[in-house]
């Protein structure tokens, strides 16, 4: 039969685990404080590195806008004869492939043209002016030329600012950001090595200069001025490429 001391035994080795269970838990959370509390510190010892990625991309998309501007002195019928050129000059881009989403307008405008009479002494309209203007995308850089020539015997008197470019620039900056970190590690290494010490942790990092590509303009010129009954010869255009470029600079741990 248990006597009152096995009970108060019993009581000791109860109260003695919870008591070792605490310490061990209290242990614990202070070694995890611990631990974070020497992450947050700031090494004593570090180097800095720098390096640089770059990617040579083949621009994937032309851009350019076309006008057509006509005078008259009926204002109806200047927009309704502009209406219907514009219109087949979006037929023949349609015809050449370009996505409907990849064509808007850039521009409408309808103003008077004034002129002075010396004898009345007052300005009257003599006439007005329309200039209504297509922005248009082109993926098929082959068709480039060809849509820049076949769009002067539809109307179109003025094409400008044709440039080409990247459409998904940021695949090729993580690309040129990943080499730039391959290369500043294999630099902080190299650097360690001849100094005889060891590379840690990353301590920072970032990221600076370099950034998206600029586009590349190309000279066009104004086909056709006034529409010629001929188209002319396409002409020639090279794209090029583009240099997509990342500088990082990495704060590595030294022990």
Sequence with gaps: M????DGLKNWFWILLNIVLAVAVLFGLSATKYLWKQSRSVFPARTINISGEGKVVV???VAT????LVAEGQDPEKLQSDNVGKIAKAVDFLKAQSVDAKDIKTAGYNLS???EYNDKTRRSYISGYTLTQSVFVKIRDLSKVGKIMGGLTPLGINEISGLSFDIDDPDKFLNQARAEAFEKARAKAEAMAKQNRVRIGRVVNFSEFGGGYPIPIYARAEAFGKGGDAVAPLPPTIEPGSQEVTVNVNVIYEIW
């Design 112 to 114: 008077p043209r004034y």
């Design 58 to 60: 083949a621009p994937d």
């Design 64 to 67: 350019l806008s076309f006008s």
């Design 2 to 5: 248990p006597t009152k001391q």
